[in-house]
């Protein structure tokens, strides 16, 4: 039997934060629509359930008291409650469930719907397993690469009428964002520049041949704005250096993804006299 705390990674005494930001992490990695391992629909559902009973304080008390079989009917033990009555914990021990008349025991939600409904859009992956869904309105709307990055506010006729809204920090291109009574569609522009990959960034940095080898110092572009760094000397062409935390926020989290910076050194077409000396009196030192 499962351990709802040992399967999202958390102690017992958890705070409710810890136990968001470990289902976030979790679901992330296991959606069947991104990892595609055998295991990964089977490892989505088992976070999932944990995250349900784990967020909510009534269900969470009843499973710290008597463990996972307090949601399933029928269940080790003899465990199944009434079948005239429909509750799980009468004639177990002379229990009571006074004081846990709200609580749902019977069965858990679709893994999927409290994925969404923890995100607040649809899967960012592209899909929900071929699921079908309740058809509902869905509106187009095209974000400059910036826009995404860093959110924004949109004004826009749904069903009619104007509506603004704002677009979560961090949206990627193809991500569906869920309203109220509309989905929109988000497509994003290309950066003239940077290179998007998840919430990570990629960026190609030229540098001259003499700072390669000498090593120095070089401005690079963020989506945060300009830093300075350190060139080693002997650096290579394709050489990658990991800002960390400079990357895209994700949506509705204060995680942020990495920039990835490449260094191609830059060869000109064509040299002086002078320069062509220089080079071959460098290729007889090395």
């Known amino acids: 039997m499962a351990d709802y705390y040992d399967t999202l990674g958390v102690a017992k005494g958890a705070s409710e934060q810890e136990i968001k930001t470990a289902y976030r992490r979790a679901a992330l990695k296991w959606h069947p629509d991104r990892n595609k391992t055998s295991e990964a629909a089977e490892k989505f559902k088992e976070v999932t359930k944990a995250y349900e009973v784990l967020s909510d304080p009534k269900k969470r008390q009843m499973y ?9 009917r029928g269940g080790p033990g003899g465990f199944g409650g009434s079948q005239q009555t429909g509750n799980p914990f009468e004639g177990f021990g002379g229990f009571s469930s006074q004081g846990f008349e709200n609580v749902d025991f019977g069965g858990f939600s679709d893994p999927f719907d409290i994925f969404e409904q923890f995100f607040g859009f649809q899967s ?26 860093h959110g924004v506010k949109k004004t826009m006729i749904v069903k009619g009428e104007e509506k603004s ?89 204060n995680r942020k993804g990495d ?15 002078r320069a062509k000396e220089l080079l071959n009196e460098l290729e007889g030192e090395i």
Not at 64 to 72: L, M, P
Not at 259 to 273: D, W
């Open 165 to 253: 809204f704002q677009i979560p920090a961090g949206v990627d291109n193809n991500m569906a964002i869920r309203f109220s009574d509309f989905d929109l569609q988000v497509k994003v522009k290309p950066h003239p520049y940077f290179t998007r990959k998840g919430q990570d960034i990629y960026f190609e940095k030229d540098i001259s041949y003499p700072l390669a080898v000498l090593g120095g110092t070089v401005d690079v572009q963020t989506i945060y704005g300009t830093i300075r760094l350190k060139i080693r000397p002997g650096t290579q062409s394709g050489t990658m250096v990991k800002l960390h935390d400079q990357g895209i926020a994700y949506p509705q989290s």
């Open 124 to 149: 960012p992956f592209g899909g929900r397993g071929g699921r079908r869904r309740q058809q509902r309105d869905v509106y187009e709307i095209t974000l400059t690469f910036e826009e995404a990055v």
């Open 259 to 273: 920039e990835y910076v490449i260094y191609k050194i830059n060869t000109p077409a064509r040299v002086s006299g």
């Open 64 to 72: 710290d008291q008597y463990g996972e079989s307090a949601f399933n």
